[in-house]
């Protein structure tokens, strides 16, 4: 059975002033067929964003 490629997985995180820029990194990881996770694109309201970001963190390679 040939084996499934898996995108990679990134987890940013980074300081206040640098939002910007690492928005812009983000795009260009996703459009690069990343699965990067920032918690501005990938935190829902209302859902522990603790327990998301250790599980994203996790995952991540």
Request: proline share 5%; glycine share 4%.
């Amino acid at each position: 059975m040939p084996e499934t490629k898996r995108p990679l997985k990134v987890f940013l995180c980074h300081a206040h002033s640098d939002a910007a820029t690492v928005r812009d990194l983000y795009l260009r990881l996703i459009r690069g067929g990343v699965d990067a996770w920032l918690d501005k694109e990938k935190l829902i309201p209302g859902q522990d964003w603790e327990m998301e970001i250790r599980k994203a963190v996790r995952e991540s390679k």
